[in-house]
């Protein structure tokens, strides 16, 4: 078992990231703690205080199970559509940079325990599709998170993770703040995530289709015809 995981370093860190993520839901469903499990009583106040609260738990979702689109329900019913979105921008984008540099921390200890190949074929596929896999998994709970921080043990800056989280946030954060501000029942938050799902996996394949095109034309080899 141990050397089948070490043969496949990568893959057997994003999984056991989600088992993680998972066990930590499950702990945090148990204990009933409010903030986490029902963070709205915090975030339907006055002023500048729920916003900021509100960011906060987005960008603590890295690591911890925050009900984020309830959060940016809240913030569109509190805010309104305009505001709220961009609070929950800012807190998904956070989010998604602080994975970034999570997974910059624990980049040396994969290398120990990748060989060369494996490593060398890890940060090409991250290099290759981490933006687009970053864009597309940003709707989804822990998948987004594991893909984060993945991301921060390959070759992208800091500024492209930023920028694909923050595109990753759009839908999400503009059809949930619409949400919150006119209509928030649970219906319309499921019709939400379905399509922010299903614009998402859009994207991703019609990007996967454009590279495979792009990558097999690359391949093709160019003859050149003589006429006699």
């Given at each position: 078992m141990i050397g089948l995981a070490r043969r496949h370093v990568y893959g057997t860190t994003i999984i056991t990231m989600m088992v993680v993520f998972m066990i930590i839901f499950v702990v945090v469903e148990q204990l009933q703690l409010p903030i986490l499990t029902d963070p709205h009583p915090g975030l339907e106040g006055h002023g500048w205080a729920p916003g900021v609260l509100g960011v906060s738990l987005?960008?603590?979702?890295?690591?911890?199970?925050?009900?984020?689109?309830?959060?940016?329900?809240?913030?569109?019913?509190?805010?309104?559509?305009?505001v709220g979105a961009l609070l929950s921008l800012l807190g998904?984008?956070?989010?998604?940079?602080v994975g970034y540099l999570v997974g910059r921390r624990g980049q040396s200890?994969?290398?120990?325990?990748?060989?060369?190949?494996?490593?060398?074929?890890a940060v090409?596929?991250?290099?290759r599709y981490g933006v687009w896999a970053i864009i597309a998994t940003r709707p989804i709970p822990i998948l987004a998170e594991s893909v984060a921080i993945m991301?921060?043990?390959?070759?992208l800056r800091w500024w492209q993770v930023?920028?694909?989280?923050?595109?990753?946030n759009v839908v999400p954060a503009?059809?949930?703040?619409?949400?919150?501000?006119?209509a928030a029942t649970f219906v319309n938050a499921l019709t939400v995530f379905i399509l922010v799902i299903l614009i998402a996996g859009t994207g991703w394949l019609v990007h996967h289709r454009a590279m495979g095109r792009r990558l097999a034309d690359r391949d093709t080899p160019h003859r050149v015809g003589h006429s006699g």
């Open positions: 987005l960008v603590a979702d890295v690591v911890l199970p925050v009900p984020s689109s309830g959060v940016m329900i809240v913030q569109g019913a509190v805010y309104g559509v305009a998904g984008t956070g989010a998604t940079v200890v994969l290398q120990r325990w990748a060989g060369a190949e494996q490593q060398a074929r090409t596929l991250l290099n991301a921060g043990t390959g070759r930023a920028w694909a989280g923050a595109l990753g503009i059809g949930y703040a619409a949400v919150g501000a006119y």
